[in-house]
């Protein structure tokens, strides 16, 4: 831990640079040099977020894209890893499924959404499993990526020592495939807040996107850019909160992502 | 063998909507949506879709492109304006991009600059990203060599930093592409009146399937030929660059 002078001494223009572009945000709009209806001034949009804070409709909405979130996460990370490992052990699947995924994984989330609601119930479910389509393939993509780099001599050698079947899944397959599995999960936790929010414009009336279309709706404009502010909080906590978590948790893995 | 398994699903899909075990209503047979699609294409307006829906893709693309490349670079090079800047890029670049279609529709009004900045703005932060790391990753013992070689100023980026960071360019233009035509279609399915996202859009309220699948694969086959052109693309032309990565 470096001593705060030094560490704000290096970081200072970092700090600095949007504080200034607060002030004179603030300023250009009070004075009229912005157009206050679409550039409403930062303190009249904090004093908006605060009333949407106090009188509970943002943590509604953010607590139902959260679970929206946690639920198309957990779908998309435990069938990701399932298929992605089965695909890296086993090649028939591999070259069956490639294939497959190289013409849907393209494919911009949202328009899955009528087909999902052909199939089960339109609404949260819908909603849910739509979000989980990208990231689901991003999982499984990474994860098989990842059975499929580990060394061929390390595998070979845990084989002349005895370890078969599930001995060599978890003490050599899985911890090798690991820092890909888990870029995989950081990657598809990163897409599915994008989806959901996007899934959210077109379909729901709840939820942080839900939220900002509406107030676009009725040019709510303060309010539009409070819900902007809360998504980009969301994103920046989900996606260097996590890789600081990484960093924590799991020291020894790297982050494939970081290149 | 690449070929059995998409080729089983479809036979499989075939039969089990032609035998009513799939409700032929929301999952036409794979033939009847190729018949339509290749209507469509005679018809003439699945192809003019498509080429709205291209145009957006080039225009969002070029108007992400021509400033990012420079700025990754300048960023790259300059600490100053890399500490000014990066504050903004680590807060909007984790923001889902299509939240700034609200915002860019009050600006500019709904229209097709709203639409294709929307695009825009996804590919433009993915390609400075991508530029900068270029820049900050590259072996530093190809600037002493080149300095020790008296290479300066303009000579030394043209003739080292610049090749050193173009495969990382590359990837980050060919990974903007990709995020910029989804988006794109997204913004299309949402809010525009035309273009392949719409008629996905479209079709779904009104349950016209058939047409709906044909726009729905359509988009699919897009998105594949420019990822896999450019994927071979950048093998070709950049030689020197070992691995690709995802």
């Given at each position: 831990?470096k001593?705060?002078?030094?560490w ?19 300023w ?17 949009i904090?004093?908006?977020?605060f009333d949407?804070?106090?009188?509970g ?40 499924l490639d ?8 494919i ?7 087909m ?9 479910i ?23 780099q ?8 845990a ?15 899985l ?5 890909f599995?888990?870029?995989?999960l ?20 709840r ?10 709706q ?11 502010f ?5 994103g920046?906590l ?7 978590l990484?960093a924590?948790?799991?020291p ?7 290149r | ?11 499989l ?18 033939t ?6 290749a ?5 003439g ?5 498509m080429?709205?829906t291209?145009t ?15 700025l990754g ?8 304006v ?18 700034l279609?609200?915002f860019l529709?009050i600006?500019l ?7 294709v ?9 993915q390609i400075v ?7 900050q ?10 300095r ?14 610049l090749p ?8 980050g ?6 995020l910029?035509l989804?988006?794109?279609?997204a ?5 525009a009146?035309s273009?392949?996202?719409h008629l ?8 016209s399937?058939?047409e709906?699948?044909?726009?729905f ?15 071979a ?14």
């Open positions: 831990m001593a705060p002078g030094r704000l001494a290096e970081h200072w223009i970092t700090i600095a640079s949007p504080v200034v572009l607060l002030l004179v945000w603030e250009a709009s009070t004075t009229g040099r912005l157009r206050a209806v679409f550039f409403p001034r930062p303190s009249t904090a004093a908006h977020l949407l804070a106090l009188d409709t943002l943590w509604t909405h953010t607590a139902t894209t959260l679970a929206r979130i946690g639920w198309s996460f957990s779908l998309a990370a435990v069938l990701g890893v399932a298929v992605g490992l089965a695909m890296g052990l086993w090649r028939p699947l591999r070259d069956g294939p497959v995924f190289a013409v849907i994984y393209p911009p989330s949202v328009l899955f959404l009528p999902v609601s052909f199939i089960v119930p339109a609404g949260d819908a909603l849910v499993v739509t979000t989980a389509v990208t990231s689901f393939f991003l999982i499984a993509f990474t994860t098989t990526h990842g059975v499929r580990i060394d061929r001599l390390v595998v070979e050698a084989l002349h020592y005895g370890a078969r079947g599930r001995r060599l899944f978890t003490t050599v397959l911890p090798g495939a690991l820092p599995i888990f870029t995989g950081r990657l598809g936790l990163g897409f599915s807040l994008i989806v959901v929010v996007a899934v959210e414009i077109v379909s729901a009336s939820g942080l996107g839900a939220l900002l279309w509406l107030s676009w009725v040019l709510k404009v303060e309010d539009m850019y409070a819900t902007f809360v998504i980009a909080l969301l920046a989900l996606s260097y909160g996590l890789a600081a990484r924590r948790l799991l020894w893995v790297p982050d494939v992502g970081d | 063998m690449g070929v059995v398994v998409p080729v089983a699903v479809l036979v899909w075939e039969l089990c909507s032609r035998f009513a075990i799939l409700s032929p209503r929301y999952f036409p047979a794979p009847t949506i190729g018949w339509v699609l209507d469509r294409f005679a018809a307006d699945l192809g003019s879709e080429l709205v291209l957006r893709l080039a225009f969002a693309f070029a108007l992400a492109a021509i400033p990012a490349v420079p670079l300048l960023m790259g090079m300059v600490k100053p890399r500490d000014v800047v990066e504050p903004y890029l680590a807060f909007i670049f984790p923001v889902p991009k299509i939240t279609l609200p529709l600006i009004g709904v229209g097709e600059p709203a639409f900045l929307t695009g825009s703005s996804s590919a433009f932060f990203i991508s530029t900068l790391a270029g820049v990753t590259m072996d530093p013992r190809l600037l002493d060599v080149g020790n070689y008296g290479a300066h100023g303009p000579r030394l980026f043209w003739k080292v930093i050193a960071a173009l495969p990382a360019i590359f990837t233009l060919r990974l903007g592409l990709g910029a989804v988006t794109l279609v913004v299309e399915f949402i809010s009146k273009g392949l996202g996905v859009f479209r079709h779904w309220q009104m349950l399937t058939p709906m699948y044909a726009a694969a359509l988009v699919g086959a897009l998105g594949l030929v420019l990822t896999r052109g450019l994927r693309l950048q093998a070709r032309v950049l030689t020197w660059q070992e691995d690709i990565g995802v």
